[in-house]
């Protein structure tokens, strides 16, 4: 049972801003949002994460709704370096096991 | 240069035979997982270890076996129990970093095992 629901393939292009978003309706109150990316053939990237406030780093942005039972990942300008599986993730438990679901695949058009 | 390494980054394995993947982290992080990728899929935990020599299983132990015996290392071995093992093999490590409350997983560039 996936505890993270994202569309499986999404395009973006180049320049503009690409907005990926994570349905977790069932999410904790003590759970905190990953975004992680991977490029193929290698280890995923970290992006971003949050609890309940939006957020903002040199990468993305996270916004997270009211009720936490959604998230959008948020580039604001595409690059074709960013093309990737992004993964919406939830942290759970004291060891922080990380529960990766199948991702988006975002393709960004030149 | 801080970061997560692993080797080999293609591994091949015969029939039978147990086998090593690697993984270093100069991190200073107290925590370590071992995940596995299938084509296609989300990754799925293996192991995971939360200080020195002390590890757990995770959702898919079984065929494969584990060791902390120092800060930095966590080796995974493949053993001939594990009946499919040709996957991609990824290392992980979380810590808190500074101003943070949460630990943050990082991951390794992975080992992909193939058997012949």
């Known amino acids: 049972d996936a505890k993270t629901t994202q569309p499986p393939s999404m395009d973006c292009a180049e320049g503009r801003a690409a907005n990926l978003p994570c349905n977790h309706s069932?999410?904790?109150?003590?759970?905190?949002v990953y975004w992680y990316r991977q490029i193929h053939s290698q280890g995923p990237q970290y992006i971003i994460h949050?609890?309940?406030n939006n957020e903002t780093n040199e990468m993305a942005s996270l916004i997270i709704t009211e009720d936490r039972k959604s998230s959008t990942l948020i580039l604001p300008h595409a690059t074709l370096r960013d093309t990737a599986v992004y993964y919406c993730?939830?942290?759970?438990?004291?060891?922080?096991?990380?529960?990766f679901g199948t991702g988006t695949k975002l393709q960004v058009i030149p | 240069d801080g970061g997560i390494t692993q080797s080999p980054k293609y591994l091949f394995r015969k029939e039978g035979q147990n086998v090593t993947l690697s993984c270093e982290q100069n991190?200073?992080?107290?925590?370590m997982y071992w995940y596995r990728q299938d084509p296609g899929q989300g990754l799925r935990l293996i192991y995971y270890?939360?200080?020195?020599?002390?590890?757990q299983k995770g959702d898919i132990a079984e065929g494969y076996s584990v060791s902390r015996e120092k800060k930095e290392s966590f080796p995974l071995t493949v053993t001939s129990a594990q009946k499919n093992p040709t996957a991609f093999y990824l290392c992980?490590?979380?810590?808190?970093?500074?101003?943070?409350?949460?630990?943050?997983?990082?991951f390794g560039p992975g080992t992909r095992l193939l058997v012949l």
């Open positions: 992980a490590s979380s810590g808190l970093s500074e101003g943070e409350y949460q630990e943050t997983q990082y």
């Open positions: 069932t999410i904790s109150g003590n759970e905190y």
């Open positions: 949050g609890l309940k």
């Open positions: 993730c939830l942290n759970s438990g004291g060891y922080q096991k990380v529960t």
């Open positions: 991190l200073n992080h107290d925590a």
């Open positions: 270890s939360q200080i020195v020599n002390d590890f």
